[in-house]
């Protein structure tokens, strides 16, 4: 395109000059002088200049940081309104910073937060040097045109340190109670352990429960019901709530390994489902806030295409007990068998729940319960049913969960037996102590890869030993690589159900994010370790092999089959087999032959 000539001024007409800018006079307005030190990226302070009516996405920005903050500050930050991120004051209106400040008091109740101060400040800027010498006056001027600058105090309300110090115990010694440190969140020994305490319950009183079933027998919906305090529709209300996927939503069928928190009080009150004030769902974060006990449940796929996906969701889960759902209208199918030989096999105390109960037939109902007793009564099970009827059933069983199955009745869209199954999972006694394994090593058990843009490489996973304190001096070892060797990084934060921490130990499921390159994050893989020391690799090992259940296939020497050790998924084969205990087995002397052969 041809560009348009600039026009000349004919002889007749004058050119006008530019308006050159004046300098202001120095007696005049001293704009923009520092009136605080320069924001820090880090702690619990926050800058802002000003948030003027903003919109949906960036309120759930707004209160991301606000979170972050409260964080840094456990459980207290302050917001200076009117102040830029160099300290220097905005020489904002009163008008515009009482207005932000009402925004940000706003986000701060989605936070389960409160304002304890707010200050207005004047009379620091944009006064006349010949003013100066005037006295200043306390008194907050309105009008416009006087700059202003606020500061907010804000805490959060941790709902969990107000529990009595003692609850009304369901059993003898089961019941876990608060801790010595319950007080007023407004106390600072409270601001001081509200994070430890957070910490403390995602890894002590955090009990994991697998959830396994067949494909039709109800386990997305128990949980969603569980954990939104909500019945179900009967068309798929609660499972949506929950699932990840959208063709899980389309056909009902839950494909991947997910894991929902259902918090209790220390009285046994549930701490979930919607809030009242803000008619939303709580977030991960919030119901850990506000717990002092967590169930951890974990729904695993039922379907048989994706029994590989469930064999390793229960290997790699640290489950400490597991549900067996069973459709009450249907007799148990042979998924149901698996399931429950894998959990055995484990060693995992396994609890019995019948679902659907409402409007079941009575005959359906008990050719249900006869199948599922005679698979409880096999050898290789060798489980005493019992049915749990009242709360005085579930503190007889208590204590011998390794002997009997509790079998409970209940219904999602009645809600008939979900208290009482409530009750049972408050109850239950903690089964693995890996806050006992805090001396040994750190190691992290890599369950999932991410990639966060302005993060980087994000993995989440399992605290299986150790502690980790995360910073920029905080090297670390991943690995191992398709070459066997380990790359060493930085990590440089974490996050514990969405809480963001400088500190991991045992026991709890965390992200870890790292410093890494594009081409180190190609690396990256499912079933690696993270650890302190830069350790070996091996690809040969030595194990005990107890075969439960046969399908018709030998095993012999080079046999290649799918191995689940922890997170770890892997095909192997064995280079060499040798029978222990042969009259314990009960194998023919025809198949003795040639088993001690070395390849």
Known sequence: MARRPKS???????????????????????????????????????????????????????????????????????????????GRHSLLDHSNVAESATALEAIARTLNAIVLERRMIQNEVGTRKEDDKEEKTDEIITAPGIPTRCELTIQRVETHLLDPPSSPQLNNGTTATPSDDTTTPTTTSSNNNAKSTVCETLSARNIRVAVVGNVDAGKSTLIGTLTTSSLDDGRGKSRTAIMKHRHEIESGRTSTATTHLLGFRASGECVAGRDTIRVKRKTEDEVARESHR?????????????????????????????????NSRHPPTHMTQHHLNLCCSFGIPVIVVFTKIDGCPEHAYKNSKEEVFKLLRANDIKKKPFAVRNEQDITTCMGHLQTLAPILETSCVTGEGMELLRKMLFVLPKRRRHENKIKRPFEFLVEDIFNVPGVGAVVSGFVNAGELTVGSTSNVYVGPTDDGTFLRTVAKSAHIARINTSHVTSGQSACLAFALNKELRKKLRRGMVVLKDNPTSTKEFDAEICVLKGEGTTIRRSYQAYVHILNVRQSAFARSIELVNNNAVGVPPSHMGGVEEEE
């Open 8 to 86: 000349k001024p004919s002889p007749n007409q004058t050119a006008t000059p530019r308006a050159t800018p004046q300098r202001k006079d120095p007696n005049k307005l001293v704009v923009g002088a520092a009136v605080v030190p320069p924001e820090d990226e880090s702690g619990p302070t926050e800058y802002k200049r000003q948030v003027h009516k903003p919109t949906p996405t960036r309120q759930r920005s707004l209160a991301t940081q606000m979170s972050y903050r409260l964080d840094q500050g456990n459980g207290v930050c302050t917001y200076r309104i009117g102040v830029e991120d160099d």
């Open 294 to 326: 967590i169930v951890s449940l974990i729904d695993l796929a039922g379907h048989e295409k994706y029994l590989k996906t469930t064999i390793h969701g229960v290997s790699s889960g640290m489950a400490d007990y597991a549900l067996i759902l069973v």
